[in-house]
């Protein structure tokens, strides 16, 4: 499937959790990175339980600090 | 899980330290933090990859108390300052320059009025001040110009109570951002986002604290405003490339970091200890200042004594609904003159007199010959103030230990004696 990465189509295996797109694409430091999919920021306490699917944009933000949801 | 905001303050935003199983938080006392090569560090640097860099900017301890005031006051992100005035003058300067106006409260700390009348208007911010709970006259305020709306949950030490809600309307109306000083009521008694707030802002050296034993700040951006508006323009390039955190990395990663206000984090650690208890230290607060605001207010040697939760309060419907029956530890009294007021506060076994409020203890201050002397009568008129004002954190001793030393105090004061 693909999906767009901060406006990058890149290809996966299939479906994943957004903690497995994040140690899959190799983030560093993922309890620093706020995550976008289709325009909504995710909470962090729904990483796990929220699956990426064929077609979504995910953005990984980042900003020096964090402090976020 | 759903959480109560009990729960919040002892588990929302943290968990065990990942390395170490460390149950409080570790405090990273560390000016910076290395990276194996110049590529990582430039990574960092240049916002591909997250990570530390210089604890004026960002820090692991201060990230984790930043990450539980988010999980507080339901927010998107939070930014710690040094103080609830650096949290307050970061805000403004991040929202406004030369040339544009803020709108604020008429009725607001003695500290923050100062800083919008008289420090900000050297540097081209102008601030119009209206009547803290006249809805209608933020309205009639508001010009191209503005940038912001500034409200106290209870003005201090008018202790008037502003409709946060029917404010949001307005500034809705006009797409104005809305901060809300949420310090003396905390997230116990009020949630400012679930009344409109865009902006919620902390001193956490009150309450959050609880033990009058570090000073520190935050700001915490409610994720409600939309920070692509034209009114904010200058924000865009952030909205480009951190999206809805636009606002935060503008505090971050410009204003924030170019003033310098960092938070400690050893503070951050002993704040992040005090917040623990702060559900069951506001319910001992808010029950102890009731009661006392209740004898005082029949009490004939004391005049106007002023509290948000007694029913003769011109704001208590509004206190009612906004702090669900809860209505801080605040509270003012009058007693005739300057002499008295002195004599009273003199005569005070255990209430300690100090410039603070919301520490465990029982708190005590004349205002007029302290955090507000440098105002002019008519800023204490607007600000509550007369000479023979008395104000009273109430701590959370016994509530007949309160009292006892209130009675021998206003005993002693009426016969003319001081100790």
Redesign the interface.
Same mark, same amino acid.
């Given at each position: 499937m693909t999906i767009q990465i901060n406006g990058e189509a890149v290809e996966l295996g299939g479906e994943m959790t957004v903690t497995q797109l994040l140690t899959e694409r190799k983030?560093?430091?993922?309890d620093?990175? $706020?995550v976008?999919l289709n325009g909504e920021?995710l909470s962090r306490g729904t990483f796990d339980s929220t699956n990426v699917k064929h077609g979504d944009k995910v953005?990984f933000?980042?900003?020096?600090?964090?402090? $976020?949801? | 899980m759903t959480m109560h905001v009990d729960t919040k303050l002892l588990h929302g935003?943290y968990a065990p330290e990942e390395t170490t199983g460390a149950t409080a938080l570790p405090v990273f006392q560390s000016t910076s933090f290395a990276y194996e090569s110049a590529e990582?560090l430039e990574a +960092?640097f240049a916002?591909?990859?997250?990570?530390f +860099?210089y604890s004026r900017?960002?820090n692991p301890t201060?990230?984790r108390?930043?990450?539980r005031?988010?999980?507080l006051e339901d927010?998107? %992100? =939070?930014? =710690?300052c040094a103080s609830g005035m650096a949290a307050i003058s970061t805000t403004v300067l991040a929202l406004a320059g030369a040339g544009d106006e803020i709108l604020s409260g008429n009725s607001i700390f003695g500290g923050t009025y100062s800083l919008f009348a008289h420090t900000l208007a050297r540097y081209g911010i102008t601030t119009r001040f209206v009547e803290t709970t006249d809805v209608d006259a933020y309205r009639q305020a508001i010009n191209d110009k503005t940038k912001l709306i500034f409200v106290e949950t209870i003005g201090n030490p008018k202790l008037d109570v502003p409709d946060i809600a029917a404010i949001a309307g307005v500034a809705k109306e006009h797409g104005i951002v809305l901060a809300v000083d949420n310090t003396v009521t905390t997230p116990v008694l009020c949630r400012p986002k679930a009344l409109g707030a865009d902006i919620v802002i902390h001193s956490t050296s009150k309450y959050i604290n609880g033990h009058g034993n570090a000073i520190g700040g935050v700001i915490v951006d409610c994720?409600t405003f939309d920070w692509r508006s034209p009114r904010y323009a200058h924000l865009k390039s952030f909205y480009e490339?951190?999206?809805?955190?636009a606002f %935060? %990395?503008s505090l971050?990663?410009r204003v924030h970091?170019d003033l310098g206000c960092c938070f400690s984090p050893f503070n951050a650690f002993l704040m992040s200890i005090g917040m623990e208890s702060l559900a069951v230290r506001m319910e001992r607060h808010c029950s102890n200042a009731r009661r006392v605001a209740e004898l005082l207010v029949a009490d004939k040697r004391v005049a106007q004594a002023r509290y948000p939760g007694l029913r003769g309060h011109a704001d208590y419907e509004i206190a009612d609904r906004q702090f669900a029956g809860r209505y801080g530890a605040l509270l003012t009294f009058r007693l005739g003159t300057k002499e008295r007021c002195f004599r009273f506060i003199n005569a005070l076994q255990r209430a300690q007199n100090l410039a603070n409020l919301g520490d465990a203890k029982t708190l005590v201050i004349h205002p007029a010959s302290t955090f507000c002397r440098d105002a002019t009568e008519k800023e204490c008129r607007a600000m509550g103030v007369s000479d023979d004002l008395v104000r009273f954190s109430i701590g959370i001793e016994h509530v007949d230990d309160i009292l006892e030393d209130i009675e021998q105090a206003l005993s002693k004061m009426e016969k003319g004696e001081s100790r």
């Amino acid at each position: 499937m693909t999906i767009q990465i901060n406006g990058e189509a890149v290809e996966l295996g299939g479906e994943m959790t957004v903690t497995q797109l994040l140690t899959e694409r190799k983030v560093k430091m993922p309890d620093m990175v $706020s995550v976008e999919l289709n325009g909504e920021i995710l909470s962090r306490g729904t990483f796990d339980s929220t699956n990426v699917k064929h077609g979504d944009k995910v953005e990984f933000l980042y900003f020096m600090g964090g402090g $976020s949801k | 899980m759903t959480m109560h905001v009990d729960t919040k303050l002892l588990h929302g935003g943290y968990a065990p330290e990942e390395t170490t199983g460390a149950t409080a938080l570790p405090v990273f006392q560390s000016t910076s933090f290395a990276y194996e090569s110049a590529e990582e560090l430039e990574a +960092v640097f240049a916002g591909r990859d997250a990570g530390f +860099v210089y604890s004026r900017i960002n820090n692991p301890t201060l990230d984790r108390f930043e990450r539980r005031m988010t999980v507080l006051e339901d927010g998107l %992100a =939070s930014v =710690s300052c040094a103080s609830g005035m650096a949290a307050i003058s970061t805000t403004v300067l991040a929202l406004a320059g030369a040339g544009d106006e803020i709108l604020s409260g008429n009725s607001i700390f003695g500290g923050t009025y100062s800083l919008f009348a008289h420090t900000l208007a050297r540097y081209g911010i102008t601030t119009r001040f209206v009547e803290t709970t006249d809805v209608d006259a933020y309205r009639q305020a508001i010009n191209d110009k503005t940038k912001l709306i500034f409200v106290e949950t209870i003005g201090n030490p008018k202790l008037d109570v502003p409709d946060i809600a029917a404010i949001a309307g307005v500034a809705k109306e006009h797409g104005i951002v809305l901060a809300v000083d949420n310090t003396v009521t905390t997230p116990v008694l009020c949630r400012p986002k679930a009344l409109g707030a865009d902006i919620v802002i902390h001193s956490t050296s009150k309450y959050i604290n609880g033990h009058g034993n570090a000073i520190g700040g935050v700001i915490v951006d409610c994720g409600t405003f939309d920070w692509r508006s034209p009114r904010y323009a200058h924000l865009k390039s952030f909205y480009e490339r951190v999206r809805h955190f636009a606002f %935060a %990395a503008s505090l971050r990663n410009r204003v924030h970091r170019d003033l310098g206000c960092c938070f400690s984090p050893f503070n951050a650690f002993l704040m992040s200890i005090g917040m623990e208890s702060l559900a069951v230290r506001m319910e001992r607060h808010c029950s102890n200042a009731r009661r006392v605001a209740e004898l005082l207010v029949a009490d004939k040697r004391v005049a106007q004594a002023r509290y948000p939760g007694l029913r003769g309060h011109a704001d208590y419907e509004i206190a009612d609904r906004q702090f669900a029956g809860r209505y801080g530890a605040l509270l003012t009294f009058r007693l005739g003159t300057k002499e008295r007021c002195f004599r009273f506060i003199n005569a005070l076994q255990r209430a300690q007199n100090l410039a603070n409020l919301g520490d465990a203890k029982t708190l005590v201050i004349h205002p007029a010959s302290t955090f507000c002397r440098d105002a002019t009568e008519k800023e204490c008129r607007a600000m509550g103030v007369s000479d023979d004002l008395v104000r009273f954190s109430i701590g959370i001793e016994h509530v007949d230990d309160i009292l006892e030393d209130i009675e021998q105090a206003l005993s002693k004061m009426e016969k003319g004696e001081s100790r």
